[in-house]
Antibody
Framework: EVQLVESGGGLVQPGGSLRLSCAVS????????MNWVRQAPGKGLEWVSY????????YYGDSVKGRFTISRDNAKNALFLQMNSLRAEDTATYYC??????????????WGQGTLVTVSS | DIQMTQSPSSLSASVGDRVTITCRAS??????LNWYQQKPGRAPNRLIY???TLQSGVPSRFSGSGSGTDFTLTISSLQAEDFATYYC?????????FGQGTKLEIK
């Protein structure tokens, strides 16, 4: 069974840092690209970041570029999101999601349950 | 960035109704369009990928169509469990972007 479990969320002050983790099981992690997606309370989904299966290629949304860093440890089946210079508008539930390529198109086929990050003084 | 615009933003319908949600991209994205369903307090679930391919296990009352800039998600006969929020997402170009969502409510 494919499982993705996020952790590391919590309350942090503006300007602070937080590192999210996503522990995966039930599939060959090193073979899959991964994403982070977030959702502010009561709002829609916002794509945050992408990392290739080997970790060599990364992309970021405009709102987090230069502040967030995505990484992975394929030996430990873990995905990470290092979040620095946090702002109130970063308050959201953060989901990790697996990338699937079906019919030559990319989509997100498995999602974790999310971890809540609250940025407030 | 590619902007994704869904309409309507909210929709009231009854069990048994046929419902259509549209998603428009700000530029052509071929068929690189996905649909997700999200229920309150839960993570999103993939419904349709590549514009029209149904996720395994998703009921056949769901269908997707479109190419280029205009796409639709259709539910042929609404069931109680379909009341949720639906999001489109383009996977044509980075950064990936989602539509703002369509909340489907019971009339």
């Amino acid at each position: 069974e494919v499982q993705l479990v996020e952790s590391g969320g919590g309350l942090v002050q503006p300007g602070g840092s937080l590192r999210l983790s996503c522990a995966v099981s039930g599939f060959t992690f090193r073979s899959y690209d991964m994403n982070w997606v977030r959702q502010a309370p009561g709002k829609g989904l916002e794509w945050v970041s992408y990392i290739s299966s080997g970790g060599g290629t990364t992309y970021y949304g405009d709102s987090v570029k230069g502040r967030f860093t995505i990484s992975r440890d394929n030996a430990k089946n873990a995905l990470f999101l290092q979040m620095n210079s946090l702002r109130a508008e970063d308050t959201a539930t953060y989901y990790c999601a697996r990338v699937a390529y079906g019919d030559y198109a990319e989509s997100l086929d498995y999602w974790g349950q999310g971890t809540l990050v609250t940025v407030s003084s | 960035d590619i902007q994704m615009t869904q309409s309507p933003s909210s929709l009231s319908a009854s069990v048994g109704d046929r419902v259509t949600i549209t998603c428009r991209a700000s530029q052509s994205i071929s068929n690189y369009l996905n649909w997700y369903q999200q229920k309150p307090g839960r993570a999103p679930n993939r419904l349709i990928y590549a514009a029209s391919t149904l996720q395994s296990g998703v009921p056949s009352r769901f269908s997707g169509s479109g190419s280029g800039t205009d796409f639709t998600l259709t539910i042929s006969s609404l069931q109680a469990e379909d009341f949720a929020t639906y999001y489109c997402q383009q996977s044509y170009r980075m950064p990936r972007t989602f539509g703002q969502g369509t909340k489907l409510e019971i009339k």
